[in-house]
């Protein structure tokens, strides 16, 4: 299977570069994949098609503010550099470093990361965010990924990182455009994001509004979560010209008994495992081939989903309109089971004036 197959072209004007207001108005396309038609919708219509006992899982990851700014030190001078920086300012030079926070490892106090530029970053440099917030470089990885090490925790280093950093959103999106940097921050999460730890939304709950939530829930619809950490491999571009040689990254996940149970009778009973976005589908999905079941997990999820997987859990899909070549698309065409139908579906949602990727429109694939 080559990366090429998911590939299309989209006009720059069709990238949103800020999220529908209210939410619920933006475009919904109900894909039906059995009979390979579309209807183009508002997303407050999904109410006519979810079904009263049908079960909405979501992603109840929060983002924090992952992208740092500061400056390169070597180890002797800065100690001495530390104590002159007021320890609420951010550091900027003509020569300033980006460090990219995507999780903690085993230690909780090292973290991969990932650094722009990454040539200037040596073993034993240390970089300077603020007066009480540096790391220490210990490791370039063979995925052009880092190892730095802090001297907080990794709950105090998101604290630190709320504080100094700013908001992680993709590099289509440009910040003038979409207000402030704390406007940004209430945008870019959804309105049950409250498990931090993400270094990018579960987009396609970006559309749900706290009507549109109790609305579903007046008719009947049942709600379950799980939490995800989005990290790298939701993002990082496929680079191989064949999807198999392609190495997915793993993310830390969590499904509680409660929600596993809820799951668990639903699929039981019949009913419907609506999945709203991609993360939830690596969740349940990855969950469910460890296991051969649903059950209570917390821990590393390493689930690449390509066209010819056989779900076990999830019987729609909530999701945004994917990159190309992203095994975000592939997991879009893996569930629909027929790749050109599925770029057929973008094709149209390009000439319908539909915004993708992020903060753009969404679809129900039934």
Known sequence: MFTSEFDYNLPKESIAQFPAEPRDSSKLMIVDRKNKTTQDRNFFDILKYLSEGDLLVWNNTKVFKARLRGQLMLDEAADGIKKKIDTTDRIFNSSPVEIFLIRPMENNKVWKVLAKPGRKLRLGIKVIFAGDFSCEVLLKENDGTFLVQFEDDDVSVRAKANKYGEVPTPPYIKNNETGTDNELSERYQTIYAKEEGSVAAPTAGFHFTPELVEKLKEKGVQFAEVTL??????????????????????????????????????????????????????????????????????????????????????????????????????????????????????????????????????????
Request: net charge positive.
């Open 229 to 366: 950490h989005v990290g790298l491999g939701t993002f990082l571009p496929v680079k191989a010209e064949k999807v198999e040689e392609h190495k997915m990254h793993s993310e830390w996940v969590e499904l509680t008994a409660k929600n596993a149970d809820l799951i668990n009778i639903a699929k039981a009973e019949g009913r419907r495992v609506v999945a709203v976005g991609t993360t939830t589908v690596r969740t349940l999905e990855g969950i469910a081939k460890m296991f051969s079941k649903i059950k209570p997990y917390s821990g590393d999820i390493n689930i690449f989903i390509t066209p010819g997987f056989k779900f076990k859990i999830v019987d729609a899909l909530i999701t945004n309109f994917h990159l190309p070549k992203s095994t975000l698309l592939m997991l879009v065409s893996a569930f629909v089971g027929d790749t050109d139908f599925v770029l057929e579906c973008y094709k149209q949602a390009i000439k319908e004036k539909y915004r993708f990727y992020s903060f753009g429109d969404a679809m129900l694939i039934k």
